[in-house]
Structures are given as structure tokens and as C-alpha cells.
């Protein structure tokens, strides 16, 4: 116990043990292996460098950017190219290492999605792109649906590029969010995530866990185009799919804490999965895009919250760092 010349005893005085702070997470690099930060400002994108982020995959596959219902071909080529056209700016102006992905989403149907699987070959062959997806079956669309065989045949030959071309694949595992403790109107939507209330099709894919059902065909996909499952990065991980996922692949699995608040995967989440999986196959991500309220810093966060929550310092560092690094080819 430390004698402080304080007026009375103050809060100090009763400590009587020295603690080993974790200094090093100040310092640690990270990798967030799944955001959409091309759509983001220059100030989130700053937030990142500022926070510690040595490397990022930008995502370019998704309906949100597309105006127009059914999405064409040329509609997710402009995204690829939008994505090609800003990565060097962005790395240039933020000093991360910026890796693309790029893939064709099935949350809205494609009129002629031979079209743009034909270029992705050729998009594959670029330095840049490190990542195939994020892509995966799912199990309701916006606005239209999308036959159930068609997603899988789409999912499926996106997994064959990325294996001629050594790639991994991210997933887009359908989430099971908390049940909410009161609805909004159902015209207004849920505030923070700007889409279209009421647009949803009807399911493809019924049962009781139409979430679990798409991720097993996703692996299934898998195995049918010859991808290993050491490539497939399983992201928006949560608490439905990771027991399938853990003992039955060997899939990656990427839990999705930038948005906590819709999803209910937080740091608590991984930290759980850690000590009954342990972290040779985690990664964490953000999902950090423009259409939702999202956090930049969560991944620098989650760091600290990990070693609350009683996480080692060196598994935090191969869950941010380490496992990222290798799996998404930083270490190329």
C-alpha cells in the first residue's frame, strides 16, 4: 500500500496490487479482413489508420450500391471497377496495406450473372484482389427473388475461379440477430441501416434454421467446385453457425462486431468462441460500410474488451493479426 499525503483516504490507498498492463495492444497491428471502406468518408477511412489498422480487404460486392432492381452485369462490374479505380488513393492516402474483394452477392437477383462471371477471371488475375466474395446463398432477396439452384450455381462457380486462382472465398453467413425488444413502424425500417423497409421477398429457403441451412450449403458448394475449406472465411459468424462450423469444417470463421447493435456479435462473443475453440481459426472483421451505422475503431475496441474478458495476449494477436495476415494474403 502506497501512503498518499491526500487529506483522507482516497481509492488509491486500498490498492495493494501492481498490475501487469497490456502496453503491447497499444501497438499491435490489425487487419480488418472484410469492410466496404471505399464507401465510407476519408475521415472513417482515417479512423482506421488512426486506431492502428495495417491492412484492410475492401469488399466490392453488394446490392445496397446498385439503383436499379434486378441488378445486371454491368451493374456489379461497375462496382468491381469503382473498387480498382480508389484503391491505390486510398492506400496512398492512409498508409494501410488495401486489399480488394471482389464477388457477386445473392441478396438481390442478377439478370445475367454468366456475364460477370465470365470477367472474373481475368479480374482474379489482378495483384490486388486477394479475396472472391463476399458471396454465399441466402435465404430471401430485395425486391425479387432468386431461385434457390440459380444462387447456387452462382456461388459455386465464383468458388471454382477462386480455386484456379489460389483464392479464399468470404462468406456472407445469414445472421440471426436478438430477438428486438419492441418493433419501429414497419414503414420506417430500423434506424442506421439505410434500406428499404418491406422489400423482402418471400424466402427460398424455409425450415427451422433457414440461416444454418444456407451456410451448409455454402460448404457443400465447396467441396462440389473443389475449393478446400481452409479457404472459406465464414463471416457474420455468430452464435447459430459456430458449433456447425467449428465441428464439421474447416472453415475460418470472421465475427462481425462493427455493428453490434443490429447483429448481437460483440467482443463477448469472441472471446467465448476462443475458449471453447481456441483461436487458430478466428478472425474478427467490422462489415464497415455506408449503409449502416458502423464503427471504425471496433476492432481496436474488441482488443482490449478480448483481454478484459480474460483473452491471452498472444491469442489476440493471432485472432486481429496474425490469422488475417495469412489467410488473406498480406503475407504475399
Known sequence: MTDYPTARPTDA?????????????????????????????????????????????????????????????????YLWDDAINRRAAIERNHFFE???????HTGVRIEDPDAVLAAMDEYCELDE??????????????VEAWDL????????????????HDLPVILHTPNTSPPAKRSYRPELGT??????????TDPVINGDNPALEAVKIDVTAAHDAGLPEERVIASHADENNTAYLMAETDCYL????????????????????????GPERIMIDTDCANVLRTDPYAIKRAM?????????????????????RRVLGFDE
Not at 484482389?129 to 432477396?141: D, K, N, R, Y
Open 98 to 104: 488495401a486489399k480488394l474483394g471482389l464477388g457477386i
Open 254 to 277: 470472421s465475427y462481425t462486431i462493427g455493428h453490434s447493435w443490429l447483429v448481437g456479435v460483440d467482443a463477448a462473443t469472441v472471446a467465448d468462441a476462443i475458449d471453447e475453440y
Open 191 to 200: 434506424p442506421g441501416y439505410e434500406k428499404n423497409p418491406g422489400l423482402g
Open 129 to 142: 484482389v486477394t479475396v472472391v466474395g463476399e458471396t454465399g446463398v441466402t435465404p430471401s432477396q430485395h
Open 149 to 164: 439452384d440459380e444462387q447456387r450455381a452462382v456461388v459455386e462457380a465464383q468458388m471454382a475461379i477462386a480455386d484456379d
Open 304 to 324: 482490449f474488451e478480448l483481454y478484459r474478458y480474460g483473452i491471452d495476449i498472444d491469442d489476440i494477436r493471432r485472432v486481429v493479426w496474425e490469422n488475417p
Open 13 to 77: 490507498t486500498y490498492l495493494n496490487e501492481d498490475l501487469d498492463l497490456p502496453t503491447e495492444l497499444l501497438n499491435t497491428p490489425w487487419i480488418d479482413g472484410h469492410n466496404h471502406a471505399h464507401t465510407l468518408s476519408y475521415e472513417d477511412r482515417e479512423r482506421y489508420a488512426l486506431s492502428g489498422c495495417a491492412g484492410m480487404v475492401m469488399v466490392s460486392s453488394g446490392y445496397h450500391w446498385t439503383p436499379y432492381k434486378p441488378v445486371r452485369a454491368s451493374d456489379i462490374r
